[in-house]
């Protein structure tokens, strides 16, 4: 089974940027995301990436956020730009076998890394 390791969490002002890293042993799967769960609330998709590269968002962060993979790493990134406070959230990293990318499908999750977003 895919092991899964985030990085890049952090506290920033409201405007600011951070990038989050997730590597992936032995390798990514076919089905990669980002998911958060901010303080009192579920757990949300943010952003998934496809093996070939097509990607999805959220509403709440579309323009503001990418995902990314390096193949050639096992990593995955999600760079977050102009911030706001209410995208305070653990953010964890997910992967999945398959060809439905659903958020509702995705069953393996890295510990996940704490962004904090001051106003």
């Known amino acids: 089974q895919v092991q899964l390791v985030e990085s890049g969490g952090g506290s920033v002002h409201a405007g600011g940027s951070l990038r989050l890293s997730c590597v992936a042993s032995p390798h990514s799967s076919s089905c990669m995301g980002w998911f958060r769960q901010p303080p009192g609330k579920e757990r949300e998709g943010v952003a998934i990436?496809?093996?070939?590269?097509?990607?999805m968002y959220a509403d709440s962060v579309k323009g503001r956020f990418t995902i990314y993979q390096d193949n050639s790493k096992n990593t995955l990134y999600l760079q977050m730009n102009s911030l706001k406070p209410e995208y305070t959230a653990i953010y964890y990293c997910?992967?999945?076998?398959?060809?439905?990318?659903?958020?509702?499908?995705?069953?393996?999750w890295g510990q996940g890394t704490q962004v904090t977003v001051s106003s």
């Open positions: 997910a992967a999945r076998w398959g060809g439905d990318c659903s958020y509702d499908l995705f069953r393996v």
């Open positions: 990436v496809t093996w070939y590269g097509n990607t």
